[in-house]
Structures are given as structure tokens and as C-alpha cells.
């Protein structure tokens, strides 16, 4: 027999598992905020979170807006593990190769680690900073980052440096979805790409998840 204590019991119960859902929220809610305000990278820690699927900045989506073409030399900027390399890597092969750049030193073994048992040997992977990459200009035809620049404290100093590397006319393509709490808008990267001397092309996905590719204008490194 259900008593009225029972009942109230229950009740009861149901309030304060409400009240710490809520509160699970409104913490989760704070920590993104707080992560938005102070720029950094997924830790290595918590890597599994990268590896989960991304339907709509997908592997194959990315090469149709990169347009990744055999024999190129192309760039990776904040590889992490390696979601979206391996593909880029085998549409440059034979002679192309791809340069899998990270700040994470972890992030940089886990990965030269799943390319050896991969064996894909057109991939260097390299422990770099965004905002000072170990190349000399007009090193690449192509480069990409997909989920990064938002982590990136200085984001205009990070696209200046991949506008120095691009060769003239190359390719660059930004890859942004929410939840992260890093997003950068459209609108947002358009105007601090340009800022920086790229061209904007096209755009392909949603508000709330989609890949953008620009480009170096032939002009800009007065060819």
C-alpha cells in the first residue's frame, strides 16, 4: 500500500534530482563560458571528445570544399589525433604530403603513433604554435583547421600566419560547429580573414556548423 509519507517521500526525490540536473546544467553552462573567455586547446586528456563523428563537417565534405589535389603540399593546422588527416593525405598521394601541426606535444605522439599503424607515410606530424608556424612563406598549396581557431588566443596574429605560408593563390579552409564553445561565426571569420588579406569564396553547411574556404590573392605576395 502506497502511503501519503511514500508519495511526499517520491515527490521529493523528484525535486531534488530536477534541482541537480539543473545545477549540472547551469555548472556546464558556467565552464563553457569560462573556456570561451580563456582560449585553449581540447586537452589531450580529453581527447575521446575529438574522435566523436561530425555529420555535417564531415571527412568528405572537407575535401569537397578543400578541393585537395594529388602531389600538393598541404597543411593541418591543430591535428589533434588525426579525425580528418589520413583522408587528406590519401587525395594528395603519390607525391603530395601533409603537414599535421599541433600544440599539444601529446597530441603530436598520439598521432605519429596511429599514422605508423596506419601506414601512411605522407603525413609529418609536427609540434607547432598557430601563431608562429616553423615554415618559410609560401610553403603550401593548401591548409585547413577545423575546430581550432577559436581556441587560439590571438586569432587575427594565427590567420596572418597561414597567409604567410599559403603560396599565392592557395587555399584556405576553417571548419567551425557548435556545442564548442570556441565557435567563430561566418560573419566573425569573414571579416578577420580579410582583415588579414584573404579572399572569401564560399561557404557550405548551417549557422551552426559549416566550412568556409578563401584564398591568398595572387597579388597579395605581389605575384
Not at 603540399?73 to 593525405?89: D, H, P, S
Not at 581557431?149 to 605560408?165: C, F, S, Y
Not at 561566418?186 to 584573404?198: D, P, V
Request: contains cysteine.
Amino acid at each position: 500500500m502506497v502511503t501519503r509519507r511514500t508519495i511526499r517521500s517520491l515527490a521529493l526525490a523528484g525535486v531534488l534530482a530536477a534541482l541537480a540536473g539543473v545545477l549540472a546544467a547551469l555548472a556546464g553552462v558556467a565552464y563553457a563560458l569560462r573556456w570561451r573567455r580563456n582560449p585553449s586547446p581540447c586537452p589531450y586528456s580529453q581527447r575521446v571528445w575529438i574522435d566523436l563523428p561530425r555529420p555535417i563537417i564531415s571527412r568528405s565534405r572537407l575535401c569537397e570544399v578543400l578541393e585537395p589535389r594529388p602531389g600538393e603540399r598541404i597543411l593541418e593546422f591543430g591535428a589533434g589525433t588525426g579525425y580528418y588527416t589520413g583522408t587528406v593525405a590519401a587525395a594528395v598521394r603519390p607525391a603530395g604530403m601533409v603537414h599535421a601541426v599541433d600544440v599539444q606535444r601529446p597530441m603530436v605522439a598520439d598521432l605519429r603513433a596511429r599514422l605508423r599503424e596506419r601506414g601512411d607515410d605522407n603525413v609529418a606530424p609536427v609540434h607547432g604554435d598557430g601563431r608562429a608556424l616553423p615554415y618559410p612563406d609560401d610553403s603550401f598549396d593548401a591548409a585547413y583547421l577545423v575546430l581550432v581557431l577559436g581556441e587560439i588566443p590571438d586569432k587575427e596574429r594565427a590567420l596572418a600566419e597561414l597567409e604567410r605560408v599559403l603560396k599565392p593563390g592557395g587555399r584556405l579552409v576553417v571548419g567551425e560547429s557548435l556545442p564548442d564553445p570556441h565557435f567563430v561565426t561566418r560573419e566573425t571569420l569573414r571579416e578577420r580573414a580579410e582583415q588579414q588579406g584573404f579572399r572569401f569564396e564560399i561557404d557550405v553547411g548551417t549557422r551552426g556548423s559549416y566550412f568556409a574556404r578563401m584564398s591568398v590573392p595572387p597579388s597579395t605576395n605581389g605575384n
